[in-house]
């Protein structure tokens, strides 16, 4: 879905999901999503999308800015991308792969303001808190 020239001795997509679309058919074959975080500009989730399984994907769209995206193909046949922006718990929803107007972003809204330090982990919508590394949390943790 989705190569990139990484500078060396690094990466540049981290974190990939998917979601297969139960949903939506496209041409008698299966959509699927594919979600990741892009190191190239630090901190910017992108997604793709594939109308035929898998053998060719759309462009990657930006997600919004942030962290951790997680990617799900809801009963209403929108797409539906949770992340983390800070201290707030970002949703953004796109249209179907196969849509007459094309995949596209449909919004970016906030959902929720969590704490940055302690707190619940993994938070609700996520299944990562702050970084994802332990050593970062100062508080009492839930995990």
């Not at 979601?19 to 041409?27: E, F, G, K, L, S």
């Not at 190239?40 to 962290?67: E, H, R, Y």
């Not at 792969?97 to 704490?115: E, K, M, N, R, Y």
């Amino acid at each position: 879905a989705f190569t990139c020239p990484a500078p060396p001795g690094g990466i540049c997509l981290d974190q990939p999901h998917i979601a297969a679309d139960r949903v939506n058919t496209a041409t008698g074959q299966d959509q699927v999503y594919a979600v990741w975080r892009d190191f190239q500009n630090f901190a910017t989730p992108m997604i793709t999308c594939s109308k035929n399984g898998g053998t060719q994907w759309v462009a990657p769209l930006p997600v919004g800015q942030g962290d951790f995206p997680r990617i799900s193909v809801a009963p209403d046949g929108f797409v539906y991308v949770t992340f983390r922006a800070n201290s707030s718990l970002m949703v953004s929803k796109f249209s179907q792969c196969s849509a007459p107007g094309g995949f596209a972003l449909l919004f970016t809204q906030t959902i929720d303001t969590i704490a940055n330090e302690g707190g619940m982990c993994p938070l609700p919508g996520l299944d990562r808190c702050l970084s994802g590394n332990p050593a970062l949390f100062r508080g009492p943790r839930v995990c």
